[in-house]
């Protein structure tokens, strides 16, 4: 089998198996590296809340080492006599022994004795006859000395999944299922930030529950949507009250309106759930800080513009938006004297102008309020869209962009200088 054959079944982590393929490479050339001196590896950790996909890694390491594998979890009696398992593993030569979810393997009582009995059996196995693989959960009840380097030299979190992974899984579930003519790829793609392939694997089951609870013949793109975000879309997932929902709506419109102003394609979905929207970016890293705050004000300012009233939901936006400015400031404005205050118990400290970050996010604002002026017609589409069915998918944004085009000389004159000033005349 070719080295790398055995990670084809797994979705994404396109770094972790090139990795992987390096640490196979010096256990199958283990002379070669001992020739020039150094010491083959003897053992590869796994580290990662449940379903990030540590045993699948794993077992397809095992399966491309092509040694003999010993699986060993929590409850087999081998636990109870390591060193009758080395002994087999070290008989049949080259093994890889995996131990999963090692952290769970042994009660309180005695643990330690335990994990020092395995610390010494790996001391004295030679990796070209035996290589160790581990799998946890956390490394709080195993003792620091097992997983040094020396005994465990390869060391690999699995935590947070990227978007492309995230929806790189999606799309690979979605595939086991008989999905509705109108699931397309890229809402898919859209849809999700991240995800572990345990959760990517029952949002996909539980939008076939859905769709069978319904008495559909097919998984519809509305039970996708569902269990992605773990809503329903009917009344109590809404916000409550005509009024609420369509002021929810022109919040989440006037995000959508900003993003897309500035970074065409940039909004993957947005949505209106209950008591909080939602517009979900797919490269947020395509919006420079600036960008960031101006789509962080759309919010309010569609609803102050439109409806009119007082945005009742805009306290954190508003917040981020300051807090994102005030870093900004004092990393690349000039602090001047008029900053400094000093307190004798304290000693000399900066404190943010207040009054001047206020009065930049006002002219921000009014960039923000001729972009919806000028563009009236797409953020009142958006917002009765999203007001009748709950969400828009990427397609149905791009789909939008199409129809009424966005004019964005407002935002663009705004945001997309290339070195923005926070102070002085151009404050």
Known sequence: MD???????????????????????????????????????????????????????????????????????PGDPRLDDLAALFAEAKEKAPSVILFDDLDKAYGSEGRNTRYGHLQSLIDASSPEDVFVVATMNSTYKVPRSLIRKGRFDFFFRLEEVSHEDGAALIKAFA?????????????????????????????????????????????????????????????????????????????????????????????????????????????????SPFGRILVLLGGKIAVETFLPKTASGAGNDLERAYDLLEKLYFERGAMGLANLDFHIEEEL??????????????????????????????????AALLNKNHYLLRSEIEALGHRLEINRAAVSSFALLEEPILNGNKL
């Open 3 to 73: 080295t790398m054959d055995a990670f084809n079944g797994l979705v994404g982590r396109a770094s972790l198996k090139k990795q992987m393929g390096k640490i196979l490479r010096t256990l199958k050339e283990g002379d070669l590296y001992r020739a020039m001196g150094g010491i083959p590896p003897k053992g590869l950790l796994f580290l990662g809340r449940p379903g990030t996909g540590k045993t699948s890694f794993a077992k397809a390491f095992m399966e491309a080492s092509g040694r003999t594998s010993f699986l060993v979890r």
């Open 175 to 287: 595939a086991t299922v008989k999905c509705g003519k109108d699931v397309k790829i890229s809402d898919l793609e859209g849809l999700v930030y991240s995800l572990t392939p345990a959760e990517a694997k029952e949002a996909v089951n539980e939008a076939a529950r859905r769709a069978l609870l319904s008495n559909a013949k097919e998984v519809a793109m509305r039970y996708l949507v569902e269990a992605i975000n773990e809503k329903n879309l009917d009344e109590e997932d809404a916000p409550d009250g005509e009024e609420r929902r369509l002021e929810v709506s022109y919040h989440e419109a006037g995000h959508l309106l900003v993003a897309e102003a500035l970074a065409p394609g940039i909004v993957g979905f947005a949505s209106t759930w209950k008591e909080y929207g939602n517009v979900r970016l797919l490269r947020p890293e395509a919006l």
């Open 349 to 382: 400290k900066v404190v943010p102008a207040r009054l001047r970050l206020g009065s930049f996010l006002e002219a921000a604002s009014s960039f923000v309020r001729r972009l919806f002026v000028e563009n009236a017609p797409y953020l009142e589409e958006a």
